[in-house]
Each structure stands twice: as C-alpha cells, then as structure tokens.
Nanobody, 122 residues
Framework: VQLQASGGGLVQAGGSLRLSCAAS????????MGWFRQAPGKEREFVAQ????????YYADSVRGRFTISRDKAKNTVYLEMLSLKPEDTAVYYC????????????????WGQGTQVTVSS
C-alpha cells in the first residue's frame, strides 16, 4: 500500500484546511486509516482514525470537535477536515494504514505516507 498525503499549507489561527490521503495498491476498505502529527521537537502523536467501513471514528482529545476524519472508498482516499485551527496544531501530518481499529499507537500502523506540513500562524 502506498499512501500520498496532501493539502497542507499555511493558514491563520481560526482558519481551516482539508488534508487528503490517497491510497494505492491494496486499498479500499482493507485497513483502518489514521492521521498522526509531529510538531518540531516533539514525538509523533495520534490525531484521528477511521474504521474500515467508515462508520466509526476516534479522535485525540486535543482535536475532538474541531477535526473530522472521513473516507471515500470509491476514491481510495481519506480526509482530515480541520477547523478552528490553532498555532499548536502546527506539525507535519502523516496518514497511516493499520489492521486494527481502536489502536492509536504508531507501531500498530503498517503503512505510512510521506507527511504534509501544516503551519498555523497566530
């Protein structure tokens, strides 16, 4: 599985962005999909995940209510809609594919995209 993340950019605080993660290879509903992020000088952290069917989503406390993860099976693409962005959301965002919904640890995800930079200015 190859994952290609896109949609990052520079936005002012309070603004919004939508990230996309296009999957190729063994795709579709084969995997739970997740988003992680890594801020400068910090460890990579879990942001959100969506089940194979798309029926279940789970979020980190820091983004719950502001971010929405979704998936389009026909396009083999997962999205992360980010609203009310804050400077502390600045990070490189990674999409990842894993076998088990409910797992938020990095090592539970097998395939990773290259990351897309999100910068939120104050």
């Amino acid at each position: 599985v190859q994952l290609q993340a896109s949609g990052g950019g520079l936005v002012q605080a309070g603004g919004s962005l939508r990230l996309s993660c296009a999957a190729s290879g063994r795709t579709g509903s084969s995997y739970t999909m997740g988003w992680f992020r890594q801020a400068p000088g910090k460890e990579r952290e879990f942001v959100a995940q969506i089940s194979r069917s798309g029926a279940r989503q789970y979020y980190a406390d820091s983004v719950r209510g502001r971010f929405t993860i979704s998936r389009d099976k026909a396009k083999n693409t997962v999205y992360l809609e980010m609203l009310s962005l804050k400077p502390e959301d600045t990070a490189v965002y990674y999409c990842a594919a894993g076998d088990y919904y409910g797992e938020t640890a990095e090592h539970e995800y097998t395939y990773w995209g290259q990351g897309t930079q999100v910068t939120v200015s104050s």
